[in-house]
């Protein structure tokens, strides 16, 4: 098991209702997160479950589209290329998993819609390589770390409500955003001394849960 981190709440709650999460062991939060999602964003998350399995969808593609750059980028990376495609595999499975969701409920997916989170992560890039690749990979291991927390939230609200398939999908994808978070954590650990490693992902975590507190809760993963 992970180590967990002493951990405070990201953003102001909406006037939505609370998740009232079932008996059992508190959630464990990622080692390089900071702070942790608002119990209410859950409520918010799947008032439009619509909006949120379509903004879901959106999030594997821009997964796989994100590794599979990084490939085209930094061919000359080779140890990393072949990480970086299975895992671009993995989250193109996840968009046809999602998607089959949409369609069993007679929806087809809604436009995508910015992502100002990571848009925020992506901004605090640095342009002189290798930090540039070193925080490339810290914004998506920090995505993919947000996006276990939150997936396993989902998991268990919709098991709380009797919604077992929905519950047990989102338990599987969950625990992959946690290898990946860890495959992007171990490829930007390569590049720079383990001192200068450790800083700039204390930095970034900080800045993470600021981003995170500034959005508002709604129907979507981020």
Known sequence: ?????????????????????????????????????????????????????SDHLHCERKAAENALSLVRRYPHRGDSVDALGRLAHEETSHVIQVA??????????????????????FAQVRDREPLRLLDTLLVAAFIEARSHERLQLLALGFAA????????????????????????????A??????AFADRLEEMSVRESEILSALPHTSRVH
Not at 8 to 29: F, Q, R, Y
Not at 163 to 187: G, K, M, P
């Open 1 to 53: 098991m992970k180590s967990e981190r002493t951990t405070t709440t990201a953003g102001e709650a909406p006037a939505v209702a609370p998740l009232t999460l079932p008996p059992g062991p508190s959630l464990t939060l990622p080692r390089i997160l900071s702070s942790a999602t608002h119990p209410r964003w859950y409520a918010a998350a799947t008032a439009d479950l619509h909006a949120l399995l």
């Open 100 to 121: 089959a969701f949409l369609a069993r409920r007679g929806w087809t997916p809604r436009a995508d819609t910015p992502n100002l989170y990571a848009r925020g992560l």
């Open 161 to 188: 409500n009797g919604q077992d398939e929905l519950s047990a999908f989102y338990q599987v994808l969950a625990n992959a955003e946690d290898r990946h978070a860890e495959i992007f954590l171990e490829l930007g």
């Open 190 to 195: 390569a590049l720079v001394p383990a001192d």
